[in-house]
């Protein structure tokens, strides 16, 4: 996919909630291109279950500090964008910051 300051941190996080293995950001002369390589388990199934994008252009999906939830109770992560960068939903709990929420993963 073409790359971004916004996808690069998504893909950031997903490899340090052990989503997916790995992304590498490819030279491809114009703009660059984001690898992200997916995550499966031992009996090949893919370790993303669901993938959502919740705030879209047409209606942005906002949340204070206060209304960060759990996504899964707990198994699976709430992206965000903040005033303090692109987090997941525990780390925005624990600055107590909200934002924009991007997507939720389980």
Do not use: C, W
């Amino acid at each position: 996919m073409p790359v971004s300051k916004q996808k690069i941190e998504i893909a950031r996080i997903l490899t340090e909630n052990h989503f997916v293995h790995g992304y590498k950001v490819l030279d491809d002369g114009a703009f660059g291109v984001l690898r992200v390589y997916l995550k499966y388990t031992e009996d090949e199934r893919p370790v993303i279950r669901s993938i959502r994008r919740v705030s879209r252009p047409g209606l942005r999906k906002y949340v204070g500090a206060s209304e960060v939830t759990k996504v899964r109770s707990g198994l699976g992560i709430a992206i965000l964008s903040t005033s303090q960068g692109v987090m997941t939903d525990r780390d925005a709990r624990r600055r107590s910051v909200g934002g924009e929420v991007i997507a939720t993963v389980y």
